[in-house]
């Protein structure tokens, strides 16, 4: 069961709530306008499965500030048809990161855009920032992403764009997505410790490449060696520190 769902509604504000140990998601926030969820908790097992801190869906002007998730799914996950997101000072740790996805499930399908991520720190996590979309056909976009001053604390896969992302590989293996993902996308200030060696993944489709990825003052380290990059039929401008070394 959700702990808080929000549905159709308007002018909503969140605040101080602690949540622990939902079932499912803790706190929903699925076709509304003008949500604020400020200062909250949120906390449940690391091992625990589809027990997402916050998701947003079909919703716009969304303001997420102050507050804390562990769980054991993904901190935030953004759905379709989410526009004018804003994520400011949030700490993650344990579970999946901040996720913009999965998308690309439904053929017809609402798109993401105008989401702001900031000023936030990842320790322990499976992923940090990440776009997963299915490989399999979708006429939806993401666009005007910016992932900027987000710490990554020992995070096995930091920063990462799947475009065949396809668990067990049923139902959509070897399908090319024209899900867009090639409008302004950014990946600002992101410094810290990756825990494998591949700590920047791009994976898109030769025939829909992602463009427009805009990479600034990117350093992670790796303790074992150093940090790797990994791009598929990726394009995008890389500035000021970059570590790994760029293979876009």
């Not at 949500?35 to 906390?43: A, L, M, R």
């Not at 590989?169 to 090319?176: L, S």
């Not at 003052?217 to 970059?242: H, K, M, R, W």
Request: aromatic letters at 6%.
């Amino acid at each position: 069961s959700y702990v808080d769902l929000i549905s159709n509604s308007s002018n909503i504000v969140i605040t101080g709530l602690t949540s622990l140990n939902s079932q499912m998601f803790h706190i929903v926030v699925n076709a509304c306008q003008n949500v604020t969820v400020k200062g909250v908790k949120v906390s449940a097992a690391g091992n625990s499965s589809n027990t997402d801190g916050i998701h947003v869906s079909s919703s716009t002007s969304v303001t997420i500030l102050n507050s804390r998730i562990g769980t054991g799914d993904d901190r935030i996950s953004i759905g379709p048809g989410t526009s004018n997101l804003w994520i400011e000072n949030v700490a993650c740790g344990p579970g999946q990161g901040i996720s913009i996805g999965i998308l690309g499930q439904d053929v017809q399908e609402a798109a993401v855009q105008n989401v702001t991520v900031k000023t936030t720190t990842f320790t322990g996590t499976e992923n940090g920032v990440r776009i997963p979309s299915w490989g399999r056909p979708s006429n939806g976009f993401a666009r005007n992403i910016l992932f900027q001053h987000a710490v990554m604390n020992n995070v096995q896969k930091p920063i990462i764009i799947d475009r065949n992302y396809c668990p067990g590989n049923k139902n959509c293996h070897g399908q090319v997505t024209p899900f867009k993902l090639n409008r302004l996308l950014g990946f600002q200030d992101i410094p810290g410790s990756s825990a494998k060696e591949i700590s920047v993944k791009f994976d898109c489709s030769k025939k829909y490449p992602c463009t427009g990825i805009n990479l600034e003052d990117i350093y992670l380290t790796s303790q074992n060696q150093p940090p790797e990059a990994s791009c598929t039929n990726a394009g995008a401008v890389a500035s000021g520190l970059f570590q790994p070394t760029s293979c876009l």
